[in-house]
């Protein structure tokens, strides 16, 4: 191996947990660039021009829908830890949120909202969780928050 | 024999359960095998492994299956892997036949699945044979082809590649683990972090987040639309289903299937290579080319044959070397883990009761499929009509359960899965594709400890290129797909300019 002296490797072992991603950063920028160059101008060019447009502005977009699915999903979790908190390893926590978490999430989905629709999703929203946290919580043993 | 001890009425119970439930998901638009998968775990947290593969396989082969049903019904694929089958079944389905369509996607669809299992059966132990002797070198250039082929069958090269990196990128995060010759210091994060993310990210978490809640957040931004309030199904005016379809389609059955199996066992690979390519294949080998695409039996049973190739082919890799052939095998591997079985080349040896019930449960599972769809397409064919808003609070809820008991109660699962959810589809936004991220994210933590540690034992880059034949044979393979991506990728740039020039 005596003319392979560039390709010699050594490792320090107090530093070597930072090696490999070291090796993956460079590998993280030099594609960046690459992509950069190769497909970010075209596409600026084409944008410039009028005939794209950008990733979040083409086609429907539905924001009450979308982000009403993230507020609520936050609100879920939080609220499910904190009441998971009061009565612990119960599982409860877990069945009390997912209820009106469930009936508002159904709700906000809905585009017809009358009186059959709005039964289906309230049955829907007790039974589904109720079911869900019996077979799982008290059948199979299985920790839920 | 052992292990026909494990086959009671409770494991086939499962299999037509699973496969059930996994039908449901493949017909329901958007939703896919791997979120069926995913969504069900929590359940075989409560079953032994033999159960709960069972329970997995049913949902992996009827989640593939279910996609025809509104690929030919509505024209819409159910599953990814049933674009092709929209192209022949519907126009059978606005002729009349639709009952028809079904019915030969529903046979070629076992016969792919059969097929497939047979070549695991015969192909799996050989390859794990072979990889046995893999030394830490051929280990990480394995690993390294598994990348290059995802990125160059992905829909575009640097893309592809630059998902798979930000992948192996995510899965550094944490503890470089001492259990794998590492020293114990951690990285990529700051100290706040250490308490949540000393261990990494757990893998089913961000799996259900990339799957599952992503799936949900772009169908919230596309309005949730409900596709089919208004659909009619009229599936039986035209010719009827018999058997003399496949008379003359013996060897398109077999090319189809073996083309799935083939795709499928390249890690990464999603099952619309698999259809787009037996469906090319058809109509090149076809008598009457010119008659696929207006409702031939011919192109539904290229596609549906190839996909279900997919299952067999996919779970060489998992079960030979421990790397996953596409998303919802990547799902398995979690599964595996779960229960405590590593799986790779000492896999089939070392368990070979488990390894015996899997293709029994494989086999049985297509079989189920069959029986369940062949008699019962009629109903089925209403579940396309199941309401999303019933239906995606549910999964969010499943979605919940599969990541918070994973780690039995680890509130930060929960978040991560949140966190992947949004991450996951803002970046398919920009182009990011999931299914190399997901592979490089899963062998990122191997890749690097095969990486270091040959370089801390041999001390050179060389080794891996003169460590043995296979590393040598391995190479020829990276270069071949390197290549082949390339060549492809210049192909259609030209081709891009001289439509640009038409103009």
Redesign the interface.
């Known amino acids: ?1 005596g003319n ?1 002296g560039l ?5 320090d ?2 530093q ?6 070291r090796i ?2 460079w ?2 920028l030099i ?2 660039v ?2 950069a160059v ?2 970010g101008i075209p596409y600026y060019r084409e944008l410039r021009a009028g005939r794209k447009s950008l ?2 502005t083409s ?4 924001a009450p ?2 982000f ?3 507020v609520l ?2 609100a ?2 939080l609220s ?2 904190y009441v998971g908190d009061l009565f612990p390893n119960t599982g409860l926590g ?1 069945l009390f949120m ?1 209820i009106p ?2 009936f508002a ?2 709700l906000l ?3 017809q909202r009358n009186r059959r ?1 709005l039964l ?2 309230t049955v ?2 007790f039974i ?2 109720v079911v ?1 946290w019996y077979v ?1 919580a008290k ?7 | 024999m052992e292990f026909l001890s494990a086959l009671d009425p409770l494991f086939f119970f499962l299999i037509f359960a699973g496969s059930l439930i996994g039908i449901v998901f493949g017909a329901i638009p958007g939703m896919t095998a791997t979120m069926a998968v995913a969504v069900c775990l929590p359940l075989t947290y409560a079953l032994d492994l033999n159960h709960g593969l069972a329970l997995l396989l049913g949902l992996y082969v009827g989640g593939i299956s279910g996609g025809l049903v509104p690929a030919i019904l509505l024209n819409i694929p159910g599953t990814p892997s049933s674009i092709t089958t929209t192209f022949d079944g519907y126009p059978m389905t606005q002729r009349g036949e639709g009952e028809r369509a079904l019915k030969v996607g529903i046979v070629s669809s076992l016969f792919g699945g059969l097929l497939s299992a047979a070549v695991l059966f015969f192909f799996a132990p050989v390859l794990a044979d072979v990889a046995i002797k893999f030394s830490y070198v051929e280990k990480f250039l394995i690993i390294f082809f598994a990348l290059t082929v995802i990125a160059s069958l992905s829909r575009n090269l640097l893309m592809g590649l630059f998902s798979g990196v930000i992948g192996v990128w995510l899965a550094l995060i944490g503890t470089y683990d001492v259990s794998y010759g590492g020293n114990g210091d951690t990285r990529l994060m700051f100290d706040f972090m250490e308490p949540y993310l000393a261990e990494g990210f757990s893998l089913l978490p961000v799996l259900i987040g990339l799957f599952g809640v992503a799936t949900i957040l772009d169908e919230a931004e596309k309005g949730i639309k409900e596709n089919t309030a208004d659909m009619k199904l009229s599936l039986q005016k035209g010719a009827k289903f018999s058997f003399s379809v496949f008379r003359k389609q013996k060897i398109n059955l077999l090319r189809s299937g073996f083309i799935g199996t083939f795709i499928g066992m390249l890690p990464g690979v999603g099952g619309s290579a698999a259809s787009v390519l037996s469906y090319t294949q058809a109509k090149n080998f076809s008598r009457h080319p010119e008659k696929l695409g207006t409702g031939e039996p011919e192109g539904v049973i290229a596609s549906e044959a190839s996909n279900n190739g997919l299952t067999g082919g996919a779970l060489i890799p998992l079960l030979s070397l421990g790397i996953p052939g596409d998303s919802t095998t990547a799902v398995l591997i979690g599964a595996f883990t779960l229960q405590g079985v590593q799986v790779g080349p000492l896999f089939i040896g070392e368990n070979l009761d488990t390894w015996n019930t899997m293709m029994v449960a494989l086999l049985t599972a297509n079989l189920m499929m069959f029986v369940t769809m062949f008699f019962a397409i009629k109903y089925i064919a209403r579940v396309v009509m199941v309401p999303k808003y019933i239906l995606y609070p549910i999964i969010m809820m499943m979605c919940v359960v599969g990541a918070y008991a994973i780690n039995y109660g680890v509130m930060f699962d929960v978040w991560t899965l949140l966190l992947f959810g949004v991450g996951g589809y803002l970046a398919a936004k920009v182009g990011i594709e999931v299914a190399p991220l997901v592979i490089g994210f899963i062998l990122g933590g191997q890749a690097e400890v095969y990486f270091v540690k040959s370089l801390e034992s041999f001390g050179t880059l060389t080794i891996f290129f003169t460590k043995s034949p296979i590393a040598m044979f391995l190479w020829v393979l990276i270069f071949i797909s390197v290549g082949y991506s390339i060549y492809t990728a210049v192909k259609a740039h030209r081709q891009k300019q001289a439509g640009d020039n038409g103009k």
């Open positions: 191996m392979s390709l010699q490797v050594s490792i072992f107090a070597s947990h930072l090696f490999f991603p993956i950063h590998l993280l594609m960046l690459l992509i190769l497909q990733p979040f086609g429907p977009f539905d829908r979308l009403g699915t993230i999903t936050i879920y979790f499910m830890s877990f997912s978490y469930m999430l159904s989905y809905l585009h629709h289906r999703v829907n929203a589904a969780p869900a799982l059948l199979f043993n299985i920790t839920l928050p």
